[in-house]
Every structure is written in C-alpha cells, then in structure tokens.
C-alpha cells in the first residue's frame, strides 16, 4: 500500500469548532460523555455532536487529543472536529497529536487556541483513506492493549480492595465467628481470626488488634523542592517526578536533573508513592510508580515500610483512604489546591491486625498487587511503541508493512 502525502494546510483537512457551555445545574444524568480540554469528565442525558468525533483543548489544557466513539458533548474549553473532509476520524485523532498546539497558542498566564490560526498550521498528510484506515488500525491495536490492561488492572484493584474492606474495616470473618456463623473462609485463615470484640476509641475493633496512627505505619519521605538550576536543559540525567508525571508518565514536557541528590529522593519501578498536595479531585491520591529512576519532586511521599509484612496492607489502607485524604485536602482548599500533611497522618488512627492476619493478607494480595504492576509495565513499553511509530507513520518515514512486524512482536 502506498499513499501520497501532501503539503497542505490543517484547514484543508479537517473544520474544527468551539464546543458548547453547559453548566453544571443544566446537566442531567446520562450515558453521554461531556468531553473537556482534559478528556472525559462527566455525563449527561443529551449529545451535540455525533459520534466518532476527535476533540483537543482549546483552552487551558493544550496537546492532548481524545478519539470519541459515540455521539458525546464537547465543552467550550475544547475544540471538536466539525467537518472530517471525507478523512477516516480515527486517523485524524492520530495525526492531531503531531501537531505543536502550542506554537498557535496565545501566551497568557492559561493559554488559549484560536482555531482559525491553527487552520492554518502547514502540514504534511497522507491523502489516501486506505492509508489512514491502515496507520490508524496498527496504533489503535497499540491503544486497545493498553486499555485492556488499564480495565484489567482496575479489576484486579477492585477485587484487592474488596478483600481489604471486607477484612479490616467490616470485620466480616470477626462478626461472622462472633455470632457463631462460618466465615466463609479456609479453616487455616478461618483460624486466625479472634471471634469477638473490644473496645477502642474508634469503637469496637477485633480482640487482641492493635490502634496506630497512620503516620507510624510507614516512613514518608517528601520530594525535593527543586530549583530552576537544578533541571538540564539538554533533559540529561534522570526524570523528576512530579504529580503530572504520575498521571502522565515521563512525556516531553518532563524536566531532568543531571545531579546527583541524596539515595532517599531516587524512585524506582514498583516504589509505592503519595500525592498529598494539588488539585483535591484529581492530584491526591497512591499510586505504584511504573517509569523507571526518577527523583522525587515535593509534595509527593514515598512510602518505605517498616516491615515488608505492613507494604500490601498500608498500600491498600492508603487506597481505601483516598477519599477521606480528598476531604481533608477540600477543607484546606486555596487557590484551587489542597493538601494533606504529616500532621494528619499523625491524627488518622488505624486498626492493625495481628501479624499472622497481615502474612494472610499479603499472600492473597500480593500476587493481584504485582500482576497491576506487570500491566503497567507493559503498558509503558506499549506507550513508548505507539509514540514511536506514531510519528513515523504519520509523516510517511515508516510504511504500514514494515510497522505490521513490529506490532505483531509487541502484542
């Protein structure tokens, strides 16, 4: 298959337009995906555009690009494809993420798109649609490993977190022997657990199951604040993790740091890492770190257990925890962020169960724990194929055949 590419402008391809207000006391519940700059963020009972559509920011957050399967609602800080030009839209999602938004940006504090600029953006584009069709298939199948293993993982996170809330905030094996039913549980697990109450001051917890507060459950070692001097310019070194790059990954916008600071600020695959100060919404929250070495960038912990038997449990209680952590951060709201500080780690007490009940746990939790990391590994590795190929493919250096063997390694 050989396609032509042309020099043409972004106008003469695709129509983008604004998207549309809708306020939040106007929105009704729906199956509808309401997309901004950011992607996906809530739904509603009515669509403005039908689907497959391609939207990008055009306020705010710039550069980043959402394919729309069904019909959906495009904000008015997004920009959506209004006319395709008879071009395949999935390609379209693709070769718009090539584009530098940022050089048609304005340069305020927030920047902004203005689309008859961009209209303008000269381009190289393949004209044929089998062509596009071809390129689009090969990184969507790119993409779809990558969702599966993003569901999967929320499986396996699910099917974790269930366990834990079921064995350490309901009680349930306890409640059960306490009233004289089975557990429901292997004898050899059945077993370790007390088969009554007592008191506490957070009420009724398992007889012989200790309070700790959550600060004493592990070490949290913050992140370096970082000076402008401290970053290369030529992205030398190792990455520095802030909270973008938890979200994100290590993309072009991650700065580097040639220098060496103290062992304690290095991360590396697998570490366990807590994002305590940010958006309360969308930055606090625990996350295993897939990216490789990095250093740490303030207002994120690293979390070192005290003993390897309290990882999986003080892992998950965290998890279990985001939404009080988000509370605490919403309370103490300035300027859009929140935070959570040692000192409320220190006032947040747990329950700890008896060692026998931790090796328990970890057993069963560990094998899901390391199987969602596996996922994400391969999922950067994907990542980092797709990007590849994506600008190969798109400006025409690499032809669909020879993409096909590569792809047909990877997955």
């Known amino acids: 298959m ?3 590419w042309r020099e043409l402008t972004l106008g003469d391809v695709i129509e983008l337009k604004r998207g549309y207000d809708l306020p939040q006391q106007e929105r009704r519940s729906g199956r509808t995906p309401i997309v901004s700059s950011s992607g996906i963020t809530d739904y509603h009972a009515e669509a403005m555009v039908k689907g497959p559509g391609v939207v990008t920011g055009r306020y705010g957050t710039l550069g980043q690009v959402f394919y729309i399967a069904e019909d959906f609602w495009p904000l008015n800080t997004a920009l959506y494809v209004r006319n395709f030009k008879g071009n395949d839209p999935r390609f379209i999602s693709y070769f718009l993420r090539s584009v530098d938004f940022l050089a048609y940006s304005d340069k305020a504090a927030v920047p902004g798109l203005n689309r008859n600029h961009l209209h303008m953006a000269r381009i190289r584009f393949p004209t044929d649609v089998a062509e596009q069709r071809a390129i689009a298939y090969i ?14 993982n929320e499986t396996l996170e699910a099917m974790a977190q269930a366990l834990f809330k079921s064995w350490f905030v309901d009680f349930d094996p306890v409640r059960s022997k306490t009233g004289g039913q089975d557990p429901g549980l292997p004898k050899h697990l059945a077993d370790l657990f007390p088969d ?71 991360v590396a695959s697998g570490d366990i890492l807590f994002s305590w100060s940010g958006s309360p919404d969308t930055s606090i929250d625990t996350f295993v770190w897939a990216g490789g070495e990095g250093w740490l960038n303030q207002h994120i912990f690293k979390i070192q257990f005290k003993r390897p038997e309290e990882k999986f449990f003080v892992y998950f209680l965290l998890r279990h925890l985001k939404p009080l952590f988000i509370e605490i951060a919403r309370n103490k709201q300035t300027t859009g962020l929140g935070h959570v500080t040692a000192q409320d780690l220190k006032r947040l007490m747990t329950t700890l169960p008896s060692d026998n009940v931790l090796k328990a746990f970890n057993g069963l939790a560990e094998p899901l724990f390391y199987r969602v990391h596996a996922n994400q590994l391969e999922s950067r590795t994907l990542t980092a194929l797709r990007d590849t190929l994506l600008s190969k493919l798109i400006s025409g250096h690499l032809r669909v055949k020879d993409a096909e063997r590569f792809i047909g390694r990877a997955i």
């Open 2 to 4: 050989g396609g032509e």
């Open 196 to 266: 009554s109450f007592e008191d506490s001051e957070l009420g009724e917890i398992p007889k012989g199951w200790m309070l700790e507060a959550l600060y004493d459950c592990a070490e949290y070692i913050n992140g370096l604040a970082f000076r402008n001097e401290d970053f290369s310019p030529d992205r030398l070194g190792l990455p520095v993790i802030k909270i973008g790059e938890l979200k994100a990954g290590i993309t072009d916008q991650t700065k580097f740091a040639e220098a060496s600071f103290l062992p304690k600020y290095r």
């Open 139 to 152: 990184l969507s199948a790119l993409d779809d490993k990558i969702e599966l293993n993003r569901r999967m």
